[in-house]
């Protein structure tokens, strides 16, 4: 994966090592705030918390806030014991609706880092 998507790859490796230091067992904000600061250690650019238009024929008045979206990519941070299919499919909407190409779920959930790649 590292020559196909450098960028899922360096996300990827910065939430495990906010995974390896914190472990499972917190709540998703902490996780968040975490990787927040390991992305800037690692000069990775990322905006927080961005509202992302959705469209159905035209845009709608509601949108979609990301908890990340680094290289263009959305980052969803999950703190669930399993992904299930609820959390593959809100990614992929999103990425339907908003026309970003890529995204990634990570999960600090369990006691391994389980992450999900998406692309349109």
């Given at each position: 994966?590292?020559?196909?998507?450098?960028?899922?790859?360096?996300?990827?490796?910065?939430?495990?090592?906010?995974?390896?230091?914190?472990?499972?067992?917190?709540?998703?904000?902490?996780?968040?705030?975490?990787?927040?600061?390991?992305?800037?250690?690692?000069?990775?650019?990322?905006?927080?918390?961005?509202?992302?238009?959705?469209?159905?024929?035209?845009?709608?008045?509601?949108?979609?806030?990301?908890?990340?979206?680094?290289?263009?990519?959305?980052?969803?941070?999950k703190?669930?014991?399993?992904?299930?299919?609820?959390?593959?499919?809100?990614?992929?909407?999103?990425?339907?609706?908003?026309?970003?190409?890529r995204?990634?779920?990570?999960?600090?959930?369990?006691?391994?880092?389980?992450?999900?790649?998406?692309?349109?």
């Amino acid at each position: 994966m590292t020559d196909q998507d450098p960028q899922t790859y360096a996300i990827i490796g910065a939430a495990m090592e906010v995974h390896a230091e914190l472990g499972h067992g917190f709540l998703e904000k902490v996780y968040h705030e975490a990787l927040i600061r390991e992305l800037g250690t690692r000069v990775i650019p990322f905006q927080r918390e961005c509202e992302l238009p959705i469209f159905y024929r035209e845009r709608l008045p509601c949108v979609y806030r990301a908890d990340l979206i680094c290289f263009g990519i959305i980052v969803e941070l999950k703190a669930l014991s399993r992904l299930s299919g609820t959390e593959r499919s809100q990614v992929l909407n999103y990425l339907k609706a908003s026309g970003v190409e890529r995204g990634l779920v990570l999960n600090f959930g369990s006691d391994r880092l389980p992450y999900e790649r998406f692309v349109l």
